[in-house]
C-alpha cells in the first residue's frame, strides 16, 4: 500500500455509486479491520495514519477502535441509569461490536434504532443487523425530523420515556453552517427530561496542525464529508441543555475506564479473553495527547 496521499484531483460527475472517492464510513469501517470498503476509502485511511505517525499523532486505526470501546462504556453506563432505548446516530458500518448487542448483554429487551446516511451502511445493517427491536434508517441527520417523524421510529421508541442518544464520531462530520449544534438541540427537544447524550468528536485543542491537515485532505481527495475538529468549548455546547456526568468532557480513555468490558470473541479460540476489536499499537493511554478526541456523556435537564 502506498505510504503517500493520493494526488488531490478535481471530482469526478460520472461517480454514481461514489467509489472513486474517500467515504467517511467506509474509511472508518478501513480502521476497523472491516472488509466493507475500496481502493480509494483504503489509501486515505493509510495516507491519514502516515500522516498522523509523522506528526506523532495516534493512529486514527487506534482512535476508531478505541473510541467502540468507549461506546460500550457509554451504553452500559445509560443501561445502568436505567435506559433501555438508545438512538445511535451516525452509527457507521456494522462491526463486530455495534450498540444492540453491548445493550442486550443487560437488558435484551432493549430498543435500538440506527441512523446514517450511507446507502451501504443502511443495507448492510439492515441485512446483519435486523431482529425484533432494532432497526436502521437511512435518513440524514442535518435533518433531525426526517427521524423524529419516522413512523417506524416514533412505533418503536417511547418518547415519554429516556433515551440514550448517541453521537460517535459524527458531528465532526457537519460543516458549522449546518449547524450540528442545531441538530443535537433537536434531539434534545423530542426526548423525556432524564434522557442521556453521549457522543466522541474531534478536537484541535491536543494537537492543531494534524486536525488542519486531516481537514485539507478531506477536501484535497474529495471526501464525502468534512472532518471538522473543535474546541472543547465549541464540543461543550452540544451539551446545552444537559448536565455532563462525572467525569465531564474529557479524552476517550479518561471517560470511566472501569466500565471497561468489551465484546468477547464468541469463536475465542486461543484466547477466550480476545475483546472482539483490539487496539492494534497500545493500551489506552490516561495522557491527553494520546489522543485528538473529546467525549462526555449528559444528562437532560429536568424542565
Ligand atoms: C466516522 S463514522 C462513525 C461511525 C460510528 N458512529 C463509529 O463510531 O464507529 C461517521 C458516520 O456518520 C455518518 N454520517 C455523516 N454525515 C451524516 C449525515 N448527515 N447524516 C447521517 N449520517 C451521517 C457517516 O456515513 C458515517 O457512517
Redesign the pocket.
Known amino acids: 500500500m502506498s505510504a503517500l496521499p493520493p494526488e488531490p484531483s478535481e471530482p469526478e460527475a460520472r461517480d454514481l455509486l461514489g467509489v472513486r472517492y474517500p467515504?467517511?464510513?467506509r474509511?472508518?469501517n478501513y480502521h476497523?479491520r472491516g472488509k466493507d470498503n475500496f481502493e480509494a476509502d483504503r489509501q486515505a485511511a493509510e495516507a491519514v495514519n502516515v500522516l498522523f505517525r509523522e506528526m506523532g499523532v495516534p493512529s486514527a486505526s487506534d482512535t476508531?477502535v478505541e473510541?467502540?470501546h468507549l461506546?460500550q462504556r457509554m451504553v452500559d453506563y445509560m443501561l445502568g441509569q436505567g435506559v433501555r432505548q438508545f438512538l445511535?446516530?451516525?452509527?457507521?458500518?456494522p462491526?463486530m461490536a455495534n450498540t444492540h448487542q453491548i445493550a442486550r448483554r443487560t437488558a435484551p429487551e432493549a430498543r435500538i434504532v440506527y441512523?446514517?446516511?450511507?446507502p451501504m451502511?443502511s443495507s448492510h445493517a439492515s441485512a446483519l443487523m435486523a431482529g425484533s427491536n432494532v432497526i436502521t434508517l437511512q435518513?440524514?441527520?442535518?435533518e433531525p425530523e426526517q427521524v423524529l417523524s419516522s413512523p417506524q421510529v416514533r412505533d418503536l421508541l417511547d418518547f415519554g420515556q429516556p433515551v440514550g442518544i448517541?453521537?460517535?464520531?459524527?458531528l465532526?462530520?457537519?460543516w458549522d453552517r449546518?449547524d450540528p449544534w442545531g441538530v443535537v438541540r433537536q434531539f434534545r427537544d423530542a426526548v423525556a427530561p432524564g434522557s442521556y447524550l453521549g457522543l466522541?468528536h474531534m478536537t484541535d485543542e491536543t494537537h492543531e496542525q494534524a486536525a488542519q491537515a486531516v481537514f485539507q485532505m478531506t477536501q484535497d481527495l474529495h471526501w464525502?464529508?468534512p472532518l471538522i475538529s473543535r474546541s472543547r468549548a465549541d464540543i461543550a455546547r452540544y451539551f446545552d441543555g444537559f448536565t455532563l456526568v462525572e467525569p465531564g468532557l474529557v479524552t476517550p480513555s479518561q471517560w470511566r475506564p472501569e466500565l471497561h468490558k468489551p465484546l468477547r470473541d464468541p469463536r475465542g479460540d486461543d484466547d477466550d479473553d480476545a475483546p472482539v476489536l483490539k487496539l492494534i499499537v497500545a493500551e489506552p493511554s490516561q495522557d491527553d495527547r494520546s489522543t485528538w478526541n473529546l467525549c462526555g456523556v449528559g444528562v437532560k435537564d429536568q424542565l
Do not use: P, Y
Request: with cysteine; hydrophobic share 45%; aromatic share 6%.
Open positions: 467515504n467517511t464510513a474509511v472508518w476497523l476508531a473510541t467502540r461506546l445511535d446516530l451516525g452509527s457507521g458500518l462491526n441512523v446514517d446516511i450511507d451502511v435518513a440524514d441527520l442535518r448517541i453521537f460517535i464520531c459524527m465532526h462530520c457537519l449546518e466522541s464525502n464529508t
